[in-house]
């Protein structure tokens, strides 16, 4: 094991690579590497059912920035760490300096490496462009032949204090990257007239300025038009509304616009009158195209800075642009249809913002009964899940909403479990899908559905469902959550049932064979889904009366689960008759289980075999 600690950007992620990639041995085969999801709760420890078991030649990366590593969490990773050391694997682990609690000497500090020399290696070896790496260069070599035929020295060094040393090394290559976009041409036009008369200079230096916003993000540019000019009124919000509404038309972002704050009639009025809003649109940035749409297409990358900035300048007004979100994007509001792009920006200005709206506002879409917005809020809550600012925040809000009595939260819980979000975080997907199964309602049935698909997805998958509902049946044996993920697996029914695989396994694995007995047992007992276990019990039947499923195999399983439970409720009615669900199927299996256990029926050759063949003695309808 080793941690290495340090702020996001220091290059931890990178030296945690590395390190892995020169402690193992490349014999037999080259070293794998897994990222290990912290796929735990904060009130959980991590357990061998969770942490991957130890194989050699494989190393593991666990990066645990936004999630604390109490004494009980550092034990159990040590302790996985001595299983993986004895296999020949490893694990690193990087964090924050003071996330780490355990023994300090297998810490290392990172170092943040020079946020320029990022950037120019980026632009020379990534991105193939050693002339515009030369652009950062803070010592500019002399003159020589090349780029601008003999006027190398006018670009190199043009942009020497874009980027300073403190930038954070993965911000440094996304500049980097947008510099890259910006063509030698467009330069040489900025340029070329640099040593004329001073109204030339002015000019390239408003097309250096803007070359240099464009990187940024717009931040100079911003910071000059929204608070050197001191506009803070209609302009301000027209940008804002532009920036959330791009490409959206010009009618829709004045309506919009309008509508921040209490405007009263009067206030209204002064908005609509002086400049016309699209000369206020243009004065901040923000372009009209040709079908009156706002764009920015002379200001790529605007848009996103603008809300950035505004969240930041107006701190004293996020509660205002919190509810002027939450009021045009209602059902049936002017901007009703912009809920996907506007959860979206929440969810990027969120990822750095203090007291980011992101949270606040898709718990307040979550609470509306809609099923468009409920898919909307169903993909950014998994999405805010894969981010790592935003993972944790995202982790703990799903699980209060599976505990929620607010059906709608729950259905947004249900869908983002049922995708991959399961994937990536199994042991949390189950944990909130047990949380959903408490109830008999849609949420309950996409869960179960969601149970299903993750057992028929591989062999791998069937393990792990099994074991974890088996788990339930353990710990839960008096809620109906854990007897309902049983039946989920139990049901022949559903296009992808488990049951068949699982029977196969139940042939030679006595554990398997045990679930199912077991499974049924505790499931039996719960009142709350006797309605449904009858309804699985019957389908058994009819599966191996039209010998979908094996008679035999499905008959000793029942005479076994009959002797491990008294017959009340549904077992009752299925053994002793009701008088909605008679029909050959349950004559013939109730009659199976009257004799299943009088011969051997694997070598049984009596003429009146309950299982061979009086079972399909009864006539079939017609």
Same mark, same amino acid.
């Given at each position: ?384 899940? &894969?981010?790592? $600012?935003?993972?944790?925040? @995202? *982790?703990?809000? =799903?699980?209060? +909403? /599976?505990? #929620?009595?607010?059906?709608? !939260? ?114 039996? &007992?719960?009142? $709350?889904?006797?309605?449904? @276990? *009858?309804?699985? =019990?019957?389908? +058994? /039947?009819? #599966?191996?009366?039209?010998? !979908? ?74």
């Amino acid at each position: 094991m080793a941690v290495i600690t340090g702020e996001p950007g220091t290059g931890r992620g990178v030296s945690a690579i590395r390190a892995i990639e020169l402690h193992l041995p490349s014999a037999p085969k080259p070293a794998e590497l897994f990222h290990v999801a912290q796929d735990w709760d904060d009130d959980e420890t991590p357990d061998q059912e969770i942490l991957p078991d130890p194989a050699a030649g494989r190393g593991y990366l666990l990066d645990t920035t936004l999630r604390s590593l109490p004494a009980d969490t550092v034990h159990a990773l040590i302790s996985w760490a001595e299983r993986l050391h004895a296999q020949g694997s490893c694990v690193v682990i990087i964090g924050r300096p003071s996330d780490w609690s355990g023994d300090p000497g297998l810490a290392i500090a990172a170092v943040r490496p020079d946020a320029v020399q990022v950037a120019r290696n980026h632009l020379h070896f990534e991105l193939g462009s050693p002339d515009q790496a030369e652009w950062l260069e803070a010592d500019p070599k002399p003159a020589r032949s090349g780029l601008f035929g003999g006027t190398a020295n006018l670009a190199a060094g043009v942009f020497s204090g874009l980027i300073t040393r403190g930038v954070r090394p993965t911000d440094a290559v996304a500049m980097a990257e947008r510099l890259h976009r910006v063509t030698p041409e467009r330069l040489e036009r900025a340029l070329q007239h640099a040593r004329d008369k001073q109204s030339a200079q002015d000019a390239s230096k408003q097309q250096l300025q803007a070359i240099q916003d464009e990187v940024r993000e717009w931040s100079v540019f911003l910071e000059r038009v929204l608070t050197e000019a001191g506009t803070r009124g209609q302009d301000r919000v027209m940008l804002l509304a532009g920036s959330y509404l791009e490409n959206g038309p010009v009618e829709l972002c004045i309506k919009v616009a309008n509508a921040f704050g209490d405007r009263d009639e009067g206030a209204a009025r002064r908005f609509r009158e002086g400049r016309s809003p699209r000369r206020r649109m243009q004065d901040v940035g923000v372009d009209v195209s040709d079908d009156d749409r706002a764009v920015f297409d002379r200001h790529p990358g605007l848009a996103m800075a603008a809300i950035r900035m505004d969240w930041h300048h107006w701190a004293d007004e996020r509660s205002t642009t919190r509810e002027w979100l939450l009021k045009i994007t209602a059902p049936g509001a002017v901007a009703a249809k912009w809920a996907q792009q506007i959860g979206d920006r929440l969810l990027e200005l969120s990822r750095t913002a203090i007291d980011g709206p992101f949270f606040p506002i898709v718990e307040a879409w979550a609470g509306i009964d809609d099923a468009d917005r409920s898919a909307i809020v169903s993909g950014l809550m998994a999405r805010a899940a &894969s981010t790592p $600012e935003l993972a944790r925040k @995202a *982790h703990k809000t =799903l699980l209060d +909403w /599976a505990k #929620a009595s607010t059906e709608s !939260r729950r259905a947004v819980v249900a869908d983002v479990c049922s995708g991959s979000y399961r994937q990536t975080w199994p042991h949390s997907a189950f944990t909130r899908l047990r949380h959903l199964l408490a109830y008999d309602d849609a949420p309950a049935r996409t869960a179960a559905q969601a149970v299903i698909m993750h057992g028929s997805a591989s062999g791998t998958g069937l393990v792990h469902v099994v074991n974890t509902v088996d788990t339930w049946l353990d710990r839960y044996a008096q809620s109906p959550t854990s007897a309902r993920a049983f039946l989920a697996l139990a049901d022949p029914e559903p296009q992808h049932s488990v049951l068949p695989n699982l029977l196969t396994l139940a042939r030679s694995e006595p554990q398997y064979r045990d679930f199912l007995i077991e499974g049924w047992r505790v499931t039996l &007992s719960q009142h $709350e889904v006797r309605d449904q @276990a *009858h309804d699985v =019990l019957v389908a +058994w /039947a009819r #599966a191996a009366y039209d010998d !979908r499923l094996d008679p035999q195999l499905i008959f000793e399983l029942l005479t076994d689960v009959r002797n491990a439970h008294t017959p009340l409720d549904a077992m009752s009615r299925f053994l002793y008759g009701h008088p909605d669900r008679e029909d050959p199927a349950l004559i013939g299996a109730r009659l199976a289980l009257a004799n299943v256990r009088a011969c051997d029926h694997a070598a049984c050759s009596r003429a009146d075999c309950p299982v061979q063949h009086s079972f399909v003695s009864p006539p079939k309808p017609v």
